[in-house]
C-alpha cells in the first residue's frame, strides 16, 4: 500500500515536496511513478525513477519538478518548485514493474492521492 502526503496550498513560484510511503514492501528493483489528475480531465503522466535511478519527465514539468527516493527505498518523493496554477490537481504515487508500464501508468500499485492547489 502506498501512502501519498505532502500536498496542501501554496502560491505561485513556491514550492512542494510530496512524499510516497510504502508501508508493505519497498520500492527497490521497482520504478516509482507520480501522476495527477485535474477535475474534468485525464490522468497525466508526470515522472517515473527507475531502480537504477535513471529519470524521465513530462515536459510540462522538466526542470521544475524532481524524483528521489529514501535510502531504504520505502519512501518517493516529488519535489515540485516553481509551482504555477496550471500545477493544481491531485497527485498520485505508484509502483510499477518497469519503466514502459510506469508511463503508460499500467499494472501499478496506486496511493490515494494528495491535493495540491497553487494560487496565483
Known amino acids: 500500500q502506498l501512502v501519498e502526503s505532502g500536498g496542501g496550498l501554496v502560491q505561485a513560484g513556491g514550492s512542494l515536496r510530496l512524499s510516497c510511503a510504502a508501508s508493505?514492501?519497498?520500492?527497490?528493483?521497482?520504478?516509482a511513478g507520480w501522476f495527477r489528475r485535474t477535475p474534468g480531465n485525464d490522468r497525466e503522466w508526470i515522472s517515473c525513477?527507475?531502480?537504477?535511478?535513471?529519470?524521465t519527465y513530462a515536459d510540462s514539468v522538466q526542470g521544475r519538478f524532481f524524483t528521489s527516493r529514501d535510502f531504504g527505498q520505502k519512501t518517493a518523493y516529488l519535489q515540485m518548485n516553481n509551482l504555477k496554477s496550471g500545477d493544481t490537481a491531485v497527485y498520485f504515487c505508484?509502483?510499477?514493474?518497469?519503466?514502459?508500464?510506469?508511463?503508460?501508468?499500467?499494472?501499478?500499485?496506486w496511493g490515494q492521492g494528495t491535493q495540491v492547489t497553487v494560487s496565483s
Open positions: 505508484a509502483r510499477f514493474s518497469d519503466e514502459t508500464n510506469c508511463r503508460r501508468g499500467e499494472f501499478g500499485s
Open positions: 508493505a514492501y519497498t520500492f527497490h528493483s521497482y520504478t
Open positions: 525513477e527507475n531502480s537504477d535511478g535513471t529519470q
